[in-house]
């Protein structure tokens, strides 16, 4: 498949512990907040969403954080696994702002 | 649903050729979006289109590019003459904004461009 981004940032988490991908974004008047998961060769895919009136929302085995103060988002991936290994892209409703994202790189 | 659906998912062409992309998006949504992504720039949005207007196309990297979708079920984008610095994995996504809703794109698996 596609290798994306060499020069991505690049989190390497052990198998079965907490992974924490971090976003930050530049308009205070974003409202609506989107993280992504892309796997080698396949585009894009959602993973989980927020509202700027949250601060934090839970999917299955993820958690997103939102910090309007700073402007920063968090994804946390609970037990990390195998299937986790992607890029993370985090993406602002109104800027479509995606950026180079983070890769995740699951160690055995 | 099968999703978006574009084609070719590979294209190698030379310098000075015309490439043309083409994207069928999920019926019923009104928003396509043209994306390139390379290793050193990532995923930029090129253009997006709202009820088959361009709404947006200040990402669209100079005249060489360009982009129509005369109905609500397809979508091109042109390059005419490709460049060598062309080659990137070209992505196009649909969705159908609702208010107070999940606003997410869905991707197409995406076409590989290699101008050589």
């Known amino acids: 498949g596609e290798s994306v981004g060499l020069h991505l940032p690049t989190l390497s988490v052990q198998e079965g512990d907490n992974s924490i991908i971090n976003c930050a974004y530049s308009n205070s008047a974003s409202d609506y907040f989107i993280w992504y998961k892309q796997e080698s060769g396949k585009g894009p895919q959602f993973i989980i969403d927020i509202r700027s009136n949250m601060d934090k929302r839970q999917g299955q085995r993820v958690t997103v954080l939102l910090n309007k103060t700073v402007k920063h988002l968090s994804l946390q991936i609970a037990a990390t696994q195998p299937g986790d290994s992607a890029v993370y892209f985090c993406a602002e409703k109104y800027e479509i702002i995606f950026g180079k994202g983070t890769r995740l790189h699951i160690l055995p | 649903d099968a999703g978006v659906i574009q084609s070719p998912r590979h294209e190698v062409t030379e310098m000075g050729q015309e490439v043309t992309l083409r994207c069928k998006p999920i019926?019923?949504?009104?928003?396509l979006f043209w994306y390139r992504q390379t290793m050193m720039r990532g995923l930029e949005l090129l253009i997006y289109f709202n009820n088959n207007v361009p709404i947006d196309d200040s990402g669209m990297p100079e005249d060489r590019f360009s982009a129509k979708m005369p109905n609500a079920s397809f979508s091109t984008l042109k390059i005419q003459p490709s460049e060598p610095r062309d080659s990137a994995v070209y992505f196009c996504?649909?969705?159908?904004?609702?208010?107070?809703?999940?606003?997410?794109?869905?991707f197409g698996p995406g076409t590989r461009l290699t101008v050589l």
């Open positions: 996504a649909s969705s159908l904004p609702r208010a107070g809703g999940r606003n997410e794109q869905f």
């Open positions: 019926s019923g949504h009104n928003s």
